[in-house]
C-alpha cells in the first residue's frame, strides 16, 4: 500500500518506465537508512542509524506528514524502473514564504560513477523542480552542500541553482572544518 501526501493532489511525479517519484515508501527504508550510514561524510546525520531509529522516525515524522496540510518535509522514493535507487524530496518547509530545501541521496553504489550519478541527479532535480514549482506553486528552493563535493555543485548549477553564498568552516567533518555552500533557484528563472 502506497501513503499518499495530502498537500499534493498528485501522488506520482516521472514516467514509469524511467525515473519516478512517488511518496516515501515503508519499503525502502531500510535500505535508505543503509545508504546513509556508508555516506555519512556527506549528510549533516551525526552518528549511524539503527533500525530501531529508522522505523521510528517513519513512524513518528513520516507517517504523519502525509496527512498534514503543510507538513515539515515531503520526502520520496526515487524510483528507476520501479526500483528505488535513491530518495529525497524538499525538507525544512516554509508555507507562508514557500520554500523549501532540496534534500537528495542516491545508492552508493551508483555515485560511484560520475556519469551515472550526473544522469540520476540531474532527472531528480528536474523532477522536484516540477513538484515545488508547478503542483505546490512554490516560490523558492535552496540547498546546502559540502564544499568537498565539486561534482554536485556543478549539476545543481547546470540545472540553474545559482550560488548564493558560503558559509565558512561551518561543518566540522574528518577532523577539520569544512565550508557548506548555499545554491538557490527562483521559481521565475
Known sequence: MMNNYASLKTQTFGIPSSYQLVPLRYQDI??????????????????????????RYYQTVILPSFTAKEPEQLLFSYLLEGKCIGYG??????????RGEVSFLLNPERTAHPQQYQKDFSSFLQLIKTITF????????????????????????????AF???????IWLEKKYIDSLIHGLLSNE
Open 30 to 55: 531500510f535500505e535508505i537508512m543503509n545508504w546513509r550510514n556508508a555516506q555519512l561524510s556527506i549528510l549533516r546525520q551525526q552518528s549511524i542509524l539503527t533500525k530501531d531509529m529508522q522505523e
Open 89 to 98: 524530496g524538499i525538507v525544512h518547509i516554509d508555507w507562508q514564504s514557500k
Open 134 to 161: 508547478h503542483h505546490l506553486k512554490f516560490h523558492r528552493l535552496f540547498t546546502e552542500t559540502f564544499d568537498i563535493r565539486p561534482e554536485h555543485i556543478a549539476i545543481l548549477e547546470e540545472q540553474g541553482f
Open 164 to 170: 548564493e553564498g558560503r558559509m565558512k568552516e561551518h
